[in-house]
Structure formats: structure tokens, C-alpha cells
């Protein structure tokens, strides 16, 4: 078992790697399917996901694409979403949480990859503000509390279509609010006892190698096709989460 999620660890870096999303809406549910608790599967999904952005906030950090103006209203949004997350993961019942879970995150995966297929722009007849961020920060926050899904599509989809930000702005920014988002929410899991550390480490082990193979590649690849097919797996896994659960 143990090399399963070894092996786990590279599919999902490699296909990370490959078309640069994927990685929670992947993970959370195939622990799952492996047996692994809800609750334990998304927590520790929150520390596999911090550990491997890491990587991602040096790289584009190091390309001056991350725009700290727009990641500090989100997260500030994200703040007392991240406190109630935490209150809540504490007094509701371990075995309740457990049982809305599962469907929480298949609804969560559905609507993740319905916005990311279409092609082209949308026309969002909403006129872009400031506050929006900090409201967007707060249902992300939430989101990502109880699912470990959002930062990356649901952030990126809205910056994108209606704030009209420079894709290559979108994913320095969603690669570092995630690190943010998920380093504090893994915190709260950890407080209850839903992580499994030696899990995450096999994980993060496979992780390395795959999502350096698959950023190779990617090169030789044609990643717009690549990007659609992922997100076709990530709308069948979503429908089967929730008819799972």
C-alpha cells in the first residue's frame, strides 16, 4: 500500500507538472477511493498541497509574477473564513463531517471543472471592485476548509473573466494565496487530529519526481488539450464523489 501512494504522489505531480492544475481536485477524492477517512484524506491533502506550492511560489517569485496587492485581499477575505472553518471542523461531529464531506467536495469538483472547459472569454456584465476580492477570499477560504479544492480554478476562473487580469498574473497569484490558504487551513485539521503525516510524506516523495518529469514534458506536449482532458476526469470523478456519496 505504501507504494500505491507513492505512486499516487507522482501520477498526480506528473499530471500537475504537465498541465499546471489538478493537483487538490485529484488528490482529495483518490484518497478517498482508497480507503483513507474524509476528513484525514482532506487534511492531509492540505499539507501535501502547501509542501509542493512551495516550489511554485519560488519559481514564479523568481519570474516577478506574483501580484501581492490582489493576494493580501484575498487572504484577508480568507481570514475569518479559515476561523469559522476551524470552530466548525471542532464542535461539529467527527462522523457528521465525515458524511457531508464527501458529497461537499463532489459538488465542489463538478463546478471546478465546468468553468474551466469552456474555451474563450466570458463577458461577466459585473463591473470589477476591490471589496469583490475580499467577499471572493471569504467563499474560497470556506471552500478550501472542507474540501482542500478552489484556490486554483474557482480564483482563477473569476480573475480571469471578470477582474480581466493577465493569465500569467493568475497563476503566480493563485499559487501563492493557495500556499497561504492551505498552510493555515492544514493548521486546523492538525489541531483535530486529521492529518496523517507519514501519508503525506509518501505522497510528497512521489510528488517531486513526477511533477519534474511532467514539467518536461509539457514542453513537447499540446497542453491546451491536455488541460481539457484533465478537467473531463475532474467532472467524472466530481459526478462519481457524489453519486459515492
Same mark, same amino acid.
Given at each position: 500500500?505504501?507504494?500505491?501512494?507513492?505512486?499516487?504522489?507522482?501520477?498526480?505531480?506528473?499530471?500537475?507538472? $504537465? !498541465?499546471?492544475?489538478? +493537483? #487538490?481536485? /485529484?488528490?482529495?477524492?483518490? *484518497?478517498?477511493? @482508497?480507503?483513507?477517512?474524509?476528513?484525514?484524506?482532506?487534511?492531509?491533502?492540505?499539507?501535501?498541497?502547501?509542501?509542493?506550492?512551495?516550489?511554485?511560489?519560488?519559481?514564479?517569485?523568481?519570474?516577478?509574477?506574483?501580484?501581492?496587492?490582489?493576494?493580501?485581499?484575498?487572504?484577508?477575505?480568507?481570514?475569518?473564513?479559515?476561523?469559522?472553518?476551524?470552530?466548525?471542523?471542532?464542535?461539529?461531529?467527527?462522523?457528521?463531517?465525515?458524511?457531508? $464531506? !464527501?458529497?461537499?467536495? +463532489? #459538488?465542489? /469538483?463538478?463546478?471546478?471543472? *465546468?468553468?474551466? @472547459?469552456?474555451?474563450?472569454?466570458?463577458?461577466?456584465?459585473?463591473?470589477?471592485?476591490?471589496?469583490?476580492?475580499?467577499?471572493?477570499?471569504?467563499?474560497?477560504?470556506?471552500?478550501?476548509?472542507?474540501?482542500?479544492?478552489?484556490?486554483?480554478?474557482?480564483?482563477?476562473?473569476?480573475?480571469?473573466?471578470?477582474?480581466?487580469?493577465?493569465?500569467?498574473?493568475?497563476?503566480?497569484?493563485?499559487?501563492?494565496?493557495?500556499?497561504?490558504?492551505?498552510? $493555515?487551513?492544514?493548521?486546523?485539521?492538525?489541531?483535530?487530529?486529521?492529518?496523517?503525516?507519514?501519508?503525506?510524506?509518501?505522497?510528497?516523495?512521489?510528488?517531486?519526481?513526477?511533477?519534474?518529469?511532467?514539467?518536461?514534458?509539457?514542453?513537447?506536449?499540446?497542453?491546451?488539450?491536455?488541460?481539457?482532458?484533465?478537467?473531463?476526469?475532474?467532472?467524472?470523478?466530481?459526478?462519481?464523489?457524489?453519486?459515492?456519496?
Amino acid at each position: 500500500m505504501q507504494a500505491t501512494f507513492v505512486g499516487l504522489g507522482f501520477l498526480v505531480g506528473f499530471l500537475v507538472g $504537465l !498541465t499546471g492544475i489538478g +493537483g #487538490g481536485a /485529484l488528490m482529495t477524492p483518490s *484518497l478517498i477511493f @482508497l480507503g483513507v477517512e474524509p476528513l484525514t484524506a482532506v487534511g492531509t491533502d492540505l499539507l501535501y498541497a502547501t509542501v509542493t506550492r512551495v516550489f511554485g511560489v519560488i519559481f514564479h517569485g523568481r519570474r516577478g509574477r506574483i501580484r501581492y496587492d490582489i493576494i493580501f485581499r484575498l487572504f484577508a477575505g480568507s481570514l475569518p473564513a479559515i476561523v469559522l472553518g476551524g470552530i466548525i471542523l471542532r464542535e461539529i461531529n467527527r462522523g457528521v463531517l465525515n458524511e457531508y $464531506l !464527501t458529497p461537499l467536495l +463532489g #459538488g465542489i /469538483l463538478v463546478l471546478s471543472a *465546468l468553468l474551466s @472547459l469552456p474555451k474563450g472569454e466570458f463577458h461577466v456584465p459585473v463591473k470589477p471592485r476591490w471589496a469583490y476580492l475580499y467577499l471572493l477570499g471569504f467563499i474560497v477560504g470556506l471552500t478550501v476548509q472542507f474540501t482542500s479544492v478552489g484556490a486554483g480554478v474557482i480564483v482563477g476562473f473569476i480573475l480571469m473573466n471578470i477582474a480581466k487580469l493577465d493569465p500569467r498574473d493568475v497563476v503566480g497569484v493563485t499559487i501563492t494565496y493557495g500556499l497561504a490558504l492551505s498552510a $493555515l487551513s492544514f493548521l486546523n485539521y492538525a489541531g483535530i487530529g486529521g492529518v496523517n503525516y507519514s501519508l503525506a510524506g509518501k505522497l510528497i516523495l512521489g510528488t517531486i519526481p513526477g511533477v519534474y518529469l511532467g514539467a518536461h514534458v509539457n514542453r513537447i506536449a499540446d497542453r491546451e488539450k491536455l488541460k481539457r482532458a484533465m478537467n473531463v476526469i475532474i467532472l467524472l470523478i466530481g459526478v462519481l464523489t457524489l453519486l459515492g456519496g
